[in-house]
């Protein structure tokens, strides 16, 4: 009996230090210009304890894209920025980059890999696209299209009423994390759309000319929680991002 109050009572002290995180994060902002989309989540060891968790859902879905600013610090093998798990599947969509191999889309557990690199610990704007009919995948770097193809869990509808973690695999809803597939670096702007963006639209966000708003997760303060360490901070603006 201890050890379950025990445990909610550590659940409850990790709300408030986060709420505490979150509301000294906006004082540091400055309220006044304080945008609550311009953050960031970062991730500076690899752990098995250091997450975001996102407070939304995701409903039952034929097609997505999601996109998201992430810069690596790992040396080899970032780790997972994006996992989605839901009763019974704990990999229904997870992107993840593992020791040496290029970053891998998994869509209920199968898996392909992406034409993405992520080695030059710069930062840099990702989309990965997925349809349901035929399965068919592109992924994008920098607004440039990588690379496409089809027979990724064709047919499968994405399921709903899952659970999205930032920064970790989850082997179970929620949890069971290992320190060996965690992201080590920074995320922010994580938008998803329950569509197939245009090539247009996705060079608009990656070259910070027509910035847009996620229609199933919008990145927005108080919709991420963070645990374990993991932080918020300021997300600099996009001509430091693009080096201008």
């Not at 997450?51 to 997972?80: D, N, Q």
Request: some cysteine; proline content about 5%; glycine content about 10%.
């Amino acid at each position: 009996q201890t050890t379950a109050s025990g445990e909610r009572d550590k659940q409850d002290i990790e709300k408030e230090l986060s709420i505490l995180q979150n509301r000294i994060a906006e004082l540091e902002h400055g309220n006044p210009g304080y945008n609550p989309e311009n953050f960031k989540l970062s991730f500076s060891v690899r752990t098995n304890y250091m997450y975001g968790r996102v407070k939304k859902t995701l409903p039952e879905l034929y097609a997505f894209t999601i996109c998201m600013w992430l810069k690596s610090k790992a040396s080899a093998g970032s780790g997972t920025p994006f996992s989605y798990s839901v009763p019974g599947q704990p990999n229904e969509i997870v992107l993840l980059e593992w020791g040496h191999n290029p970053m891998e889309l998994l869509i209920n557990d199968k898996v392909t890999q992406l034409p993405l690199s992520l080695k030059d610990g710069m930062w840099h704007h990702i989309c990965v696209a997925w349809t349901t009919r035929d399965g068919m995948w592109t992924a994008f770097q920098d607004g440039k299209k990588k690379g496409s193809k089809e027979n990724l869990s064709a047919w499968h509808p994405i399921k709903p009423n899952g659970v999205i973690i930032l920064g970790q695999e989850q082997d179970t809803l929620g949890g069971r994390f290992d320190a060996t597939q965690a992201f080590v670096g920074e995320v922010a702007q994580l938008n998803m759309w329950d569509r197939v963006l245009t090539q247009t639209e996705i060079e608009g966000i990656a070259n910070c000319t027509a910035p847009l708003v996620g229609n199933l997760v919008h990145w927005e303060d108080r919709q991420v929680d963070v645990f374990g360490g993991a932080t918020k901070g300021i997300f600099e603006s996009c001509e430091e991002r693009l080096g201008h």
